[in-house]
Each structure stands twice: as structure tokens, then as C-alpha cells.
């Protein structure tokens, strides 16, 4: 199943919006879905015995993700950001729908969250959907071993955590929680708006322990719904970033908008020099071949990416083709053009007559060398 490219191309200083075409992301979409609902066809009908491992509902796409796989010229960032960002999205990846379980992780004290979440004003639906509240220091004494953290991680499908103490749950949850992208917390809101007075915002009373920084149920239950709508992008250093954006049981419509609108954000906020720096965007399926929707036919920013200045590419080739042996034979023997290693060579008694052998592959190497770097400069310049 091949696809012909988007024609857009990223213009360099072109200050006019790229972005993907809607009908090429639509026929990707389309094409993706078809494949992979062809391939699970035809995987269900070869096996001719049931298998005692494999779940009774293995023909149920709605669990299979879409993502989009998004390749720059050069990497996003220079360090991993365990914190995830957040893209909201028209048709979210955790609706009612999905029969998804959350864990809120809160500051100090839970009861007072736990009130919150459990009131009237708060939405019974989405109460119901957040089965643990648990504040940090709870977190911190009892979930510091590994097989208390491998029980909470698979208690719940996605994990909420206070944007106050998010920096700090790498050290208590580890790589249980962090080695992949699946269910690393996701950052939220959750302390109380304070309104300005004077133009300043007035500082919490700490002494005072009726005045707890806790938002109101209508603001938490905001926050909480937009985590729940948006895609999650994990940045890497690195020129791929892959973003889930949708499920296999969606309809191509559905995930081309997902598409078109997690693409242009992903660029405009996360991508240094925005379009001029995007080689490429695919969406693919966990064992499919990505399907393209853009591609640019500058493969690089500048030319500074490619060829380096003259001094500097033929001191590169030079210690290209320099081999271990090479290497091992100067550091050991002195030049043979200077007066002292001549007058060293004639002093010195000689040994086997391997030794002539060995001058002779010596000269004959530095000869072939000399006429590789003659050849290479004059194609640089």
C-alpha cells in the first residue's frame, strides 16, 4: 500500500502557514484504517485453533492507537521533559466512551480534594471516573517500593497530578512510571484562583489552616476535563516525536481533525523554527508502514548542516581514513622526513627483513592517502 506525498513544501523565509492538506490526511486515514481492519480479517481467519492467551475480544480495534509521527531536520530539545505538554483535541482519547479509571495525585492534605471531588457541585460522571485521590506525602511512604508502584500503575488508566508537586513524582514513582510515555501523570491545575486586589494576587494564610489553596469543584472539574482532551506530547532529544491521536475503531474523519489540529500545534509551539524545520508527518498504527501526509524537499535547514568549512572537512577526511594501525604505527615511530629520525634509522641495527616489507605498505598507504585528500579537496573547492 503506497501513497503519493503531499506537494507542500516548507519554503525557506517563507513567512506564509504551511500545514498538512486535509484530503491527503483524509486518504491516509482512510487508507490506515483499511489496512489495519484488513489485517486483523485476515489474522482472525488463519488461526484455525483458539489460543488460551489471547483475550476473547482480540478483533476489538477500540483499544488500538493511531499516532503521528512527527521528523525534524534537527532535534526539538536538547534534554528529555518528563513533563508532558498538552494539545486539546476535538474528539478526545479518553471520553465516556473509553472505560478509563483516574488517580489524582494532590497536594497536601487529600481529605480537602476528596470533599471537593465527592460534593454535589462536582460532575457525578467524572467523579465516578476518579477511583483514588492520594496527596504526596500518602504517595512518598507508600508507594516508594517497586512492587507498590507496579500495583498502583496498573490499578489505573491515566494518573492526574497537581502542577505544584509534578517536578518531584519522577524521584518517588521512578521508572516504573516514567521508563515509556504510556501513563506518566499528567500536569493539572488544581490550586484556588486567587482574585488580584490592586493588581496583585494576595498571598495564602499558612498559619491559617481553614485557608487551603484547593480550587473550587467547577474549576477542578475544568481542568480535569481538559487533561482528559488533550494529546500528550513527550519531547526527546531527538528528530522524531510520535503523539497518539486517535484509535483504530475511530472513523477517518475523526482522526484526520485530530490530525490536522495536534500537527499545527505541535509545530507552532514545540518546533524551533517552526515549518523550515519539519521534514516530514506520518500517522501509522503500532505494527503498520507510517502512511506520509507532508513531506518537504529541503532536507536540511542550511548548508552548514551538510559541509562544514574547507579546513575543517579535510581534517575530517583525513582522520576518516586513518586507520587503528596507522594510528599506532606514527605514535610509535618518529617522522621520517626530519634529520633525527634519519639519522635514528641509520644507527639503528637492523632486525628482520620483514621490516622492509613493512616500510614499503607503509609508504604505499601514505601514498594512497595523500591522493584521497588531493582528490577530496579539489572536489570541495
Known sequence: MVMAPSK??????????????????????????????????????????????????????????IWLTLTTKRHITDKARLQPGKIPLPHSLNGDGQPTTICAIVADPQRAYKNVIGSEEFPAALAKRITRVIDFSKLKAKYGQYEAQRKLFSEHDIFLADERIINRLPKVLGKTFYKTSLKRPIPVALEAKRRKVDGKRPKRDKTNEDDLNVGTAADIAKEVEKALSSALVSLSPSTNTAVRVGYAAWTA??????????????????????????????????????LPIWLTDELWLDDMDVIA?????????????????????????????????????????????????????IAKRKASLRKQKAAAKKAIE
Open 8 to 65: 507542500e513544501v516548507a519554503v525557506a523565509g517563507s513567512n506564509a502557514m504551511d500545514s498538512v492538506d486535509p484530503d491527503q490526511t483524509l486518504k491516509a486515514s482512510k487508507a490506515l484504517l483499511a489496512h489495519i481492519k484488513k489485517a486483523a480479517k485476515e489474522s482472525s481467519g488463519e488461526s484455525s485453533k483458539k489460543n488460551l492467551l489471547d483475550d476473547e475480544d482480540d478483533e476489538d480495534l477500540s483499544d488500538m492507537p
Open 253 to 290: 474523519q475523526q482522526i484526520a481533525e485530530n490530525v490536522e489540529v495536534v500537527t499545527k500545534a505541535l509545530v507552532e509551539k514545540w518546533v524551533p523554527q517552526k515549518w523550515r524545520n519539519v521534514k516530514s508527518v506520518h500517522i501509522k498504527g503500532p505494527t503498520t508502514a507510517a
Open 309 to 361: 568549512d574547507e579546513a575543517g572537512s579535510a581534517q575530517a577526511l583525513e582522520k576518516a581514513n586513518v586507520g587503528k594501525k596507522r594510528k599506532s604505527l606514527e605514535g610509535a615511530r618518529p617522522e621520517t622526513d626530519s634529520p633525527a629520525a634519519k639519522k635514528a634509522k641509520k644507527a639503528a641495527p637492523k632486525t628482520e627483513g620483514d621490516d622492509e616489507v613493512l616500510d614499503q605498505q
